[in-house]
């Protein structure tokens, strides 16, 4: 009795320390949203007040667009902002419903540590190659672009392993550690 007790205050601790990186690298990919609208502004001045559209805009632009959206994926499961089609889900009991969340949460942590993996060696490979973006004249390297990218997978593989906790809890004690206000 006294280690499942363990056990349970283990894992809740694990799921607080992953939500809490979550929410962190999720509100920090949010704020990029400021130089997104600065660096945009700067080139709509610059192209059409003074003719003199900038070599660098474009690729600022759709890099940090790109973190800002993949850094919010994990907040987004984390908070159950996601959109989810539910006919028959909702009709479901909690327990039920948290049974179908681990077996597809667990097929998607094995996809998404493969991706993962993956991705960290295309980052690793811009690195060393010192490969740049070529998609302009300012062609800066790559490497620091996908290696948020990597970043925003582990977030979001470290709250994959959480929404499996929380479904493993809810299945053993009853407990619920989802939002409130989902719906459910």
Known sequence: MKQ???KQVIMKQVIRWIESLTRTLGYAGAVLIVPLVLATCYEVVARYAFGAPTIWAFELGYMLMGVH??????LATA???HVRIDL???RFSAEMRAVIDGVLYMLLLVCLVFVTLRLYEYTYSAYASGEGSGQSAWNPPIWPFRAMIVLSFVALCLQIVAEILKCALLIRTGEDLRPRGNGQ
């Open 79 to 81: 908070l159950e902002a």
């Open 4 to 6: 499942a007790i363990m």
């Open 69 to 74: 959206f993949l850094m919010g994926g994990a």
């Open 88 to 90: 028959l889900y909702s």
